[in-house]
């Protein structure tokens, strides 16, 4: 008997080891969230995702503009250092390609439905899983629109929305609103320019050249650079913001002139949908997205610019009980009912096999804009070279031509972008 109890007790002990250890090696998540306008969505996903399993998950947002530094800071300390990160473009990848855990096996990315998303290193490994692939324009309210006498049907080039736009401009005090919301040159809202919009004359670049992105070309010759000085005129001049001190107009106050109805214009992308009908209050039905007209040839016939910076990447230096968690937190995220709900809400196009239709209009816009015939531009702006420094010069430039519009100075913008490109390209490369 006595040898009886002494087995049962040594199971027990065993069985409570093997427990604390199963306890132990349950790890938790960390997600270092790239997109704002999206952190609230995700701390609720967070938390559901928690109270079903068990799991730790942790969501902490980048301000806008810093992710990059947020992202260099923590992963300089293993305590605190994500265990889920953003990587955005090819640059990212040779930056954080040791990082990156190789996600071959792993069960998330066996979700996806093509590899337009996904960004390999130099040997063609996959390191970072697009989860939404967006599409930016200028988005529009066309209810202010049609207030002022005019309708989406007129503007079919930069010839037709420069018109609109100097009328509305003209008008702004009759109104009551402008024409386009402040172009800020903070860090919050200046990727909008030295980003996005720079993505306009790189990419009929490409296409002149038959180049898609990826190519990584050492040099740019800025060919289309006076069609971006084109718009950006436009921007800076048929607005109520202030063209000297754009350098303090932040990405929250454009926003705001747009979704509090005090501007017609607004460039940005599907991912503000949730924020503008959400935050704002604004009726679906009252905004469009239209392409960025800049008075190429053929631009008639234009898209929107669609493609992704929103890549998944699961931190190899983890701690292995934690990167098996992050990927089975990310499989739950593209496979679960209340994961696939939250992505359909905040996001346009999902690449993975469960997805749901998204609700967002202006994703809806970018799939007409294809079933007419109409070109899409892809986002070439992925292969700038060491980005951050990149468009911290294009950005100067830009603004210090904002606040004197000559010749000379544009002289200078176009030295940011072309010879800047060539500079960081070899810093980079060598």
Not at 185 to 202: E, F, I, K, Q, T
Not at 403 to 419: C, L, Q, S
């Amino acid at each position: 008997m006595k040898k009886f109890l002494s087995l049962i007790l040594t199971l027990a002990l065993v069985l409570s080891l093997a427990a604390v250890a199963s306890a132990e090696e349950t790890g938790s998540v960390y997600y270092l969230n790239f997109k704002p306008e999206a952190d609230q969505a995700w701390q609720d996903l967070a938390k559901v995702y928690t109270e079903q399993t068990g799991v730790e998950v942790k969501v902490v947002t980048a301000a806008s503009g810093t992710y990059s530094d947020t992202l260099n800071s923590q992963m300089g300390n293993a305590d605190s250092a994500p265990t889920i990160f953003n990587i955005g473009n090819a640059s990212g990848i040779t930056d954080w390609d040791d990082y990156a855990l190789d996600l071959t096996d792993t069960a998330v990315f066996g979700e996806r439905i093509n590899d337009d998303y996904v960004l390999c290193n130099a040997e063609g490994t996959p390191k970072a899983l697009g989860y939404c692939y967006e599409s930016f324009g200028i988005i529009v309210n066309t209810a202010l629109l049609e207030q002022a006498g005019h309708s989406l049907d007129e503007i079919t080039n930069f010839d037709s929305l420069k018109a609109v736009a100097d009328d509305i401009h003209a008008r702004a005090g009759e109104l009551g609103f402008d024409a386009f919301s402040a172009p800020g040159m903070d860090g919050s809202s200046s990727w909008r320019y030295s980003g996005h919009l720079a993505n306009v004359p790189l990419y009929y670049e490409y296409k002149d050249k038959g180049l898609n992105v990826g190519s990584l070309p050492a040099e740019i010759e800025g060919t289309y650079l006076d069609n971006f000085r084109k718009i950006w005129d436009l921007y800076i001049t048929d607005t109520a913001a202030d063209p000297t001190s754009l350098s303090t107009g932040t990405g929250d106050q454009s926003e705001a002139e747009f979704g509090e109805g005090k501007a017609v214009f607004y460039q940005n992308g599907d991912w503000e949908y949730a924020n503008l009908t959400g935050n704002f209050g604004m009726d679906p039905a009252n905004l469009a997205m239209i392409p960025i007209y800049c008075g190429v040839d053929g631009e008639e016939n234009a898209g929107l610019n669609s493609g992704t910076e929103n890549c998944w990447a699961i931190n190899s230096q983890a701690a292995p009980e934690d990167i098996q968690a992050s990927e089975d937190f990310l499989y739950w995220v593209v496979t679960s009912e209340e994961g696939t709900n939250m992505l359909a809400e905040q996001f346009s196009g999902i690449p993975f096999k469960n997805a749901k239709p998204s609700i967002n209009v202006f994703g809806a816009d970018a799939s007409e804009y294809a079933a007419a015939g109409k070109y899409t531009l892809f986002w070439a702006f992925n292969d700038t070279p060491n980005v951050d420094s990149w468009r911290a010069t294009v950005v100067t430039a830009l603004t210090a031509y904002s606040a004197d519009p000559t010749d000379g100075n544009w002289d200078k913008v176009v030295e940011a972008f072309v010879d800047g490109w060539a500079y960081e390209y070899s810093v980079v490369n060598g």
